[in-house]
């Protein structure tokens, strides 16, 4: 490919305009990779496609040629091999119709094996021989242009058009006459470099091929246990800015083997790769449906529940220690185990707001006292607690921490008449705080994972809080790779 096609393939782009605002398909989560997310990516692209050519080995080449005073020499190179690349300048472009990745200048250093045989019948007798040589490639110039596109929930690279051009060859014989120096240039110039050119044409290919399968293997859902799916599969085609590009992500839990009440999906979302002001390589938004959308889940699967007959001071666990705060209950069971049957009585509202997260829990606590091995409900207490989340990053996870802000109890139903709610009240806003709370951010800590690649982990992620989305802006960085890869330096 001519040098001139590589650049043409830039201009095939409609560079579009709109900046940093696009429409996307209608869906919970969305990711940006901005143009810095870009850059980064056309760097590993550019090391694992240099690490893949590197001793590349092209095939043989023959040759004949009359040589004057010698005779019809047959010259055959064989071993040719790619020592090393270099990039010089490379550069990577997004527009509507596809991303190209343009390498100009890099150069190569191969190395081969030289062989030639003379037989004419002013030598009787055939003469060989053999030797190395090194070949110094410069002016190389590599393009590819693809695109990416949905194809059932995953995202699909095709490569559109690529190519390789040799600028410059310079070969250096080792050993050799003058004559084989003079035929390599004249009669094997052109075959080395259209050898070179093919192969990493080829290696392209290979390349895209080997990434799209990366793609499709993504999974479409992420099942985050017992009882939750979160659909994680892509909606709409990714939209290609000038500088960035965008996608769209479902984002609802569903029950496992169920099908969930659908949330309200809003068209043509607008997404900012905008991250107050810092530059980082991708933003990941979540809309507040999907925290909306599990909370349904784990409501309807009724995994809001909790069992309390253990505390670290288990004296509240029996009728004894009320004694002065509900006589009532003591006098009609003394010294009785309780339990506290804790369940939440309908899906908790959340909100996303400009600071945090914010939900409204209403709990129904049934006081239980256990008599001769029986257990008897004696009160329902219905609670309602407002609560603010924090929400950070633990590992590639989004994960939360609940904060109490406010608490009332009411006396839904008693067996053992009238209680002093205010009483009743401060012991369970210590118990929400000893208790409840620190097991909810137990339950919270681990939180969901967010969309990114295996193998890549998030660095320096901030959270954004942007009514209705919170969002994840962060740069990112190879995690672990090279665990589990062989490496010819450690055996
Ligand atoms: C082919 O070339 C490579 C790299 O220069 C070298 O390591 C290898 O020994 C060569 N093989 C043969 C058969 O000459
Ligand atoms: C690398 O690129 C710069 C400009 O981008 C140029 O000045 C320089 O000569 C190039 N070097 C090589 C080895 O091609
Ligand atoms: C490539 O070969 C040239 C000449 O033999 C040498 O100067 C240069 O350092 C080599 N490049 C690399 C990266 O080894
Ligand atoms: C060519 O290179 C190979 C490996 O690099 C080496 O074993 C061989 O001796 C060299 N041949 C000549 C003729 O220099
Ligand atoms: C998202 O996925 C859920 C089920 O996982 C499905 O019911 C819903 O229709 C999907 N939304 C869109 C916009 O495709
Ligand atoms: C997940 O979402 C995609 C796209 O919205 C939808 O087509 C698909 O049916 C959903 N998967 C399930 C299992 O509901
Ligand atoms: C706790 O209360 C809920 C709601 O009333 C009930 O469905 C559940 O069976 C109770 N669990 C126990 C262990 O008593
Ligand atoms: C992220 O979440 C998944 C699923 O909930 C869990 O298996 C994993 O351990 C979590 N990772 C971290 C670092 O907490």
């Known amino acids: 490919m001519a040098p001139s096609i590589v650049f043409s393939l830039v201009s095939l782009l409609l560079v579009s305009t709109c900046g940093y605002v696009q429409p996307l398909e209608e869906g919970f989560i969305s990711a940006v990779l901005s143009d810095k997310g870009l850059e980064f990516a056309k760097e590993l692209l550019i090391e694992k496609g240099i690490a893949s050519t590197v001793m590349l080995q092209l095939p043989e080449i023959e040759n004949s040629a009359q040589v004057p005073l010698v005779g019809k020499a047959k010259v055959v190179l064989s071993n040719i ?65 693809v695109n990416l596109r949905n194809q059932e929930g995953s995202l699909k690279l095709t490569l559109l058009d690529y190519g390789c051009h040799v600028g410059n060859l310079l070969i250096k014989l080792e050993g050799g006459a003058s004559w084989l120096y003079q035929l390599l240039v004249d009669a094997f110039e052109g075959n080395i470099a259209s050898a070179v050119e093919e192969g990493i044409s080829e290696k392209i290919k290979e390349g895209i091929v080997n990434l799209d399968n990366l793609l499709q293997s993504l999974p479409k859902q992420i099942s985050l246990d017992k009882t939750a799916v979160l659909n994680v599969s892509f909606i709409g085609n990714p939209v290609l800015s000038s500088s960035s590009i965008a996608i769209a992500i479902n984002g609802s839990f569903t029950k496992k083997n169920e099908v969930l009440v659908p949330l309200d999906y809003q068209q043509g979302l607008k997404i900012s790769a905008a991250c107050g002001g810092l530059q980082k390589m991708m933003k990941v938004s979540i809309h507040e449906n999907v925290l909306k959308s599990a909370s349904l889940v784990y409501y309807s699967a009724r995994k809001m529940q909790l069992i309390i007959d253990k505390l670290p001071d288990q004296d509240i666990l029996n009728t004894a220690k009320w004694r002065f705060i509900v006589p009532q209950l003591y006098k009609r069971y003394p010294n009785d185990d309780m339990q506290l049957n804790i369940s939440v009585s309908s899906p908790p509202v959340i909100q996303l707001t400009y600071q945090d997260i914010g939900a409204t829990i209403f709990l129904d606590i049934i006081v239980e006292v256990l008599e001769k091995g029986e257990l008897i409900p004696v009160a329902i207490i219905s609670v309602k607690i407002g609560a603010s989340c924090a929400v950070e990053i633990v590992g590639n996870n989004i994960s939360g921490r609940l904060r109490l802000q406010q608490l009332s109890t009411y006396l839904k139903w008693s067996k053992i008449g009238n209680l002093h709610m205010y009483l009743i009240q401060s012991v369970m806003s210590s118990a929400l705080k000893t208790v409840i709370i620190p097991y909810l951010n137990y339950k919270l800590k681990r939180g969901f994972p967010l969309p990114i690649v295996d193998g890549y982990g998030f660095q320096n992620a901030i959270i954004l809080y942007n009514h209705p989305w919170i969002a994840v802006c962060s740069d990112v960085s190879l995690e672990d790779y090279y665990l589990g890869q062989p490496s010819p330096y450690i055996s």
């Open 81 to 145: 091999t790619i020592n090393n690349i270099q990039v010089n300048s490379s550069s990577v472009k997004t527009g509507e119709s596809g991303i190209v990745l343009v390498i100009s200048g890099a150069t190569a250093n191969l190395s081969m094996t030289w062989r030639y045989t003379i037989s004419s019948w002013l030598i009787p007798i055939g003469i060989s021989d053999s030797g190395n040589a090194s070949i110094e490639v410069t002016g190389m110039q590599v393009g590819l242009t």
